[in-house]
């Protein structure tokens, strides 16, 4: 368990722990609370004890575009500054059906889609996670466990009018559509999680603020220390008008081709590449600052994107193109030819995960049963 942060004792924020705030805020949509997670860091640094550092992901779905790997790269960012990165596959929480952003309720997978979908997902997750440092965790260890009885008193820890504050069950309720009885589970379970895993910090989607602050109430409510949470926003598609989606068409799959992948990060637009500079790019924020400096001050910002572009190839193939093709009228019309020999990828190949000891736990050893409250 935690131990709790007094006011009163306030730890030094020396410079290193103020430039890995700045690693971890660049890009975010909210950080909650900032002043709460610095102390956790200067308490890391003190003891020398890795935070926890949570994304729970469910394996709705065989693949992955770019856009799905914004929450992925800053993970990452958490991992290489030395912290403790738990991949959490939610195969648990799939058979529910997350209803976050949704206006009808989500259908449930089969075990056999989640598992299948459950090892496709972790191992696009190793081109950008190093799995050899990353404790891979699935939600059914604890929440099977539960039982009905545990699952009962888990849900009097929390009221319906809290539940209905968010804003998709809000619409649902206001427009009289159907809102299911499991699905008022679904962030009791994901908030569960963090209780069960002792989080430091959890990430999600912009989508997934409510599911996050459900955990840190339940984390107090087991006398932990509360976990901070962090939201990063969509991304923006090929387009740069709407979220990168399949159904819009405006996505790069970390399945493409090469020259595909490449062609398609060169057709954006000069703005929408600062922004995925912030999102997918793991360059330092110096770096990032004094190229757009030198963008702004006459330098050709096809460069800027020839760079991010081979950087997000090399993520997820070891050929990349080691020069950017000529563009026939514009930026815009680039479509990438990649040639056979090029530098080796900076980050890892998918390898063996590490799993955690705690994977192999006996049931009594995680968090007890919730007991009902007066």
Known sequence: MSEGIEVAK???VTDDIREAMATIRRGTDSFLIEEEFEQKLARSKATGKPLRCKLGLDPTAPDIHIG????????RQLQDLGHQVIFLVGDFTAAIGDPSGRNVTRPPLSREQITANAETYLAQAGHVLDLDKTEV???SEWSNALGSVGLIQLASRYTLARLLEREDFAKRYAEELPIAMHELLYPLMQGYDSVALEADLELGGSDQRFNLLVGRELQRQYGQEPQCILTMPLLVGLDGQVKMSK???????ITDEPNDMFGKVMSISDTLMWDWYDLLSLRPNDEIAALKKECAEGRNPRDAKVMLAKEIVARFHSAVPPTAPKPNSSTASVRAR?????????????????????????RDSFPPRPTATA
């Open 10 to 12: 306030k730890l030094p």
């Open 68 to 75: 799905h790997t914004v929450v992925l790269n800053k993970l």
């Open 137 to 139: 965790r699935y939600n």
């Open 247 to 253: 159904s819009k068409h405006n996505y790069i799959g």
């Open 338 to 362: 990649c040639p056979p020999k090029s530098p080796k990828s900076p980050f890892p190949r998918v390898r063996k995960a590490f799993r955690s000891p705690a994977c192999s736990r006996k």
